[in-house]
């Protein structure tokens, strides 16, 4: 997850704007209010200002206006202000915006003019007063929002972590009584239930394997019994050895659902050439092809090594290479290896749809059918990859067959 998408940025960000929002409302009615206070003190000012000189002025006294202040009558009155209506109201004199008050008493008419009213001063403190007061409303809302997503999110990422992990058989906050208690006894409660379903698969797959081998053997020692009393009838011999062939092939299968029964990290996992076993898997598949317009060959381009136990590489690769020996009629079966890769093509009729979706866990109903066929030797072989941290890809030929691709992960 990128840092933009955490629920604690999101949290931060949306008091942010809830902060910004919340300033640029309070900056323009504070502007509002101080433009407002400002004019009304100043008109004030002037309308005291000139109730106080005009008199003065009409009596012949002299007018002495304080700085910042100026009293014109008559034709003293500057050229900017003689064409004014009579009120308050601003101008433009000596390249500054000033107040004007205009009016007229029984000698003439008069202006007083504010030029650097004290005001201004007031009004400069007032605003940084005012920003000053935002932008620690900002940085409080900021610190705000960090303290309740950390509040908020760390507890939601110590569950997610102790989820992920397993290392705890206890989740955390089981305890609380708001939302996340909730939350972390529904999590609990399904991570049980699933615990308690893998432990009954596995348990009951190892049960099946260990019922399903004493009969297996007992079917290979009669085959093989059966193989030396009919060396002299060819067609009781070769129904022998296939009954022979049938109950190895069952006995690997077999033999393979215990190791899948038991946790990854619970094997021993030797260093397994992977050229060896595709030999072994290539010369064992040979008499599949015999009778058949098929060659079937191994293009070696460089051998490498897995962790791994050769019984499951060898159910996993020689499935894919049996497959694909039974089901092609005609035409060729090459074993490829290169870049930790071992890939499987030949020419055969392809993977039906409903095997294709099942193996892509897309469940139509259908079940997968026959023994070391494409159905449940392709599920098995699945199975293997993701048991050895492997990844089966399944592509079509660009004319007619099927191409299999296991990458295993690169080596510790």
Not at 124 to 149: C, D, E, Q, W
Not at 157 to 183: C, H, I
Not at 311 to 331: F, H, K, M, P, W
Not at 339 to 350: A, F, H, L, Q
Request: glycine letters at 8%; one cysteine or more; charged letters at 25%.
């Amino acid at each position: 997850m990128t840092k933009a998408k955490t629920l604690r940025r999101r949290i931060i960000t949306a008091y942010l704007y809830f902060a910004l929002a919340i300033c640029l409302f309070f900056g323009l009615v504070a502007s509002f209010a101080v433009h407002g206070v400002e004019d009304l003190l100043v008109d004030e000012h002037l309308q005291s200002t000139a109730e106080w000189a005009s008199p003065r002025f009409s009596s012949g006294q002299p007018v002495d206006m304080p700085s910042g202040l100026a009293f014109y009558h008559g034709e003293a009155i500057p050229e900017e202000f003689r064409h004014m209506p009579l009120g308050i109201g601003r101008a433009t004199f000596e390249d500054a915006q000033v107040h004007v008050l205009i009016g007229e008493d029984h000698v003439g008419r008069y202006a007083v003019v504010d030029k650097a009213s004290e005001f201004k001063s007031i009004e400069r403190v007032i605003y940084l007063a005012i920003t000053i007061g935002l932008l620690g409303f900002v940085a409080f809302s900021v610190f705000l929002g960090t303290f309740i997503a950390r509040g908020f999110v760390d507890p939601i990422g110590r569950l997610a972590e102790s989820v992920k992990s397993q290392k705890s058989s206890t989740l955390p906050l089981l305890d609380n009584e708001d939302e996340l208690g909730v939350l972390a006894r529904a999590f609990d409660a399904h991570t049980a239930e699933l615990k308690q379903f893998l432990a009954r698969e596995r348990f009951f797959t190892g049960d099946v394997s260990h019922e399903l081998r004493t009969p297996l053997t007992i079917i290979i020692g009669a085959a093989e019994l059966l193989i030396e009393q009919t060396a002299d009838r060819p067609a009781a011999h070769a129904a022998a050895k296939r009954i022979l062939h049938a109950a190895q092939d069952a006995t690997e299968c077999v033999s393979t659902l215990l190791l899948l029964a038991r946790k990854p990290d619970s094997l021993e996992r030797p260093e397994t050439s992977v050229a060896e076993v595709i030999h072994a898997e290539v010369d064992r598949c040979r008499q599949l092809v015999r009778d058949k317009p098929v060659t079937l060959s191994y293009d070696e381009q460089g051998d490498f090594t897995v962790f791994a136990r050769q019984e499951l590489l060898t159910s996993a690769i020689g499935n894919l290479v049996r497959n694909a020996c039974q089901y092609t009629d005609e035409g060729s079966v090459i074993v490829r290896t290169f870049d930790r890769t071992v890939v499987v093509e030949d020419t055969g009729p392809g993977i039906p749809d409903v095997i294709r979706a099942r193996l892509s866990n897309h469940a139509n109903g259908t079940p997968l059918v026959g023994s070391a066929g494409s159905g449940l030797g392709l599920a098995l072989v699945v199975r293997i990859c993701e048991h050895l941290g492997a990844r089966l890809e399944i592509d079509d030929q660009p004319a007619r067959g099927s191409i299999f691709r296991i990458h295993f992960p690169v080596a510790n």
